[in-house]
């Protein structure tokens, strides 16, 4: 018998098991590879859900197929109202008045202000002396009998804060003591008295000067001019 029939007659060789060896097993699929096919299949559902989503929006637009739009805003019917509404140029008008009046109201405060902080600065004696002019002053008809001993110089603001304020030059020249009251006006450029100031010296011997201040509590514009009203000497 040759070498082919003696290999073609021989059964059918099995696998054979070593005693105490457990039986191999067929391979299963590992865990990490179904987990990554259920993420697939739940990605695919849900782009598939989108997509449906996607169709039903831009199937509910107007009839005729067209793009849908946002609703446009409607202008609000003003015949309904009531009065005028205030033009521009009329809200920038009261704007800028409401504005200058309130400068101006704080420029005549800081003003005021500013000249209580200087006439605090004068003597007591200075501040009766000119308390007893304005009270003499009551009774005098016209514009009294020392108009001619009395002037007025200005002084520099760069001195009193930048208020305005006069040196009234007082000068006795009678023969015997006197005392003198003066009221100074301060005029704007309409001629209009818009304060009265008083100032005295009392007491001043024959020849005798004084130099008292009559100090504006008016801000610095508009420009004011000052004036002797009335001099008095008693």
Do not use: W
Not at 75 to 101: I, K, Q, W, Y
Not at 110 to 136: L, T
């Amino acid at each position: 018998m040759s070498a082919e029939t003696s290999e073609a007659g021989r059964p059918p060789r099995r696998n054979r098991t070593l005693p105490g060896t457990p039986p191999r097993s067929r391979p299963r699929p590992r865990p990490h590879a179904r987990s990554r096919a259920v993420s697939a299949l739940a990605g695919l559902a849900l782009a598939a859900v989108g997509a449906a989503s996607l169709v039903a929006c831009g199937g509910d637009g107007d009839d005729n197929g067209g793009s849908s739009s946002s609703p446009t805003p409607t202008a609000a019917d003003t015949a309904s109202f009531s009065g005028t509404p205030p033009s521009a140029l009329t809200s920038l008008a009261e704007s800028v008045e409401a504005s200058v009046r309130a400068s101006a109201s704080a420029a005549a405060s800081s003003a005021s202000a500013r000249a209580s902080e200087f006439e605090a600065s004068v003597s007591a004696e200075v501040a009766r002396a000119n308390a007893a002019a304005e009270k003499q002053l009551q009774d005098v008809d016209g514009r009294g009998n020392a108009v001619s001993d009395v002037s007025l110089t200005g002084k520099p603001r760069s001195e009193t804060g930048g208020l305005l304020a006069v040196v009234v030059n007082i000068t006795n020249r009678t023969a015997s003591t006197a005392s003198f009251a003066v009221q100074v006006d301060f005029r704007d450029s309409d001629g209009t008295v818009v304060e009265t100031r008083f100032v005295g010296a009392e007491d001043l011997a024959p020849g005798g000067r004084a130099h008292p201040l009559a100090i504006s509590r008016k801000p610095p514009e508009p420009p004011l001019t000052a004036e002797i009203a009335k001099a008095q000497r008693y």
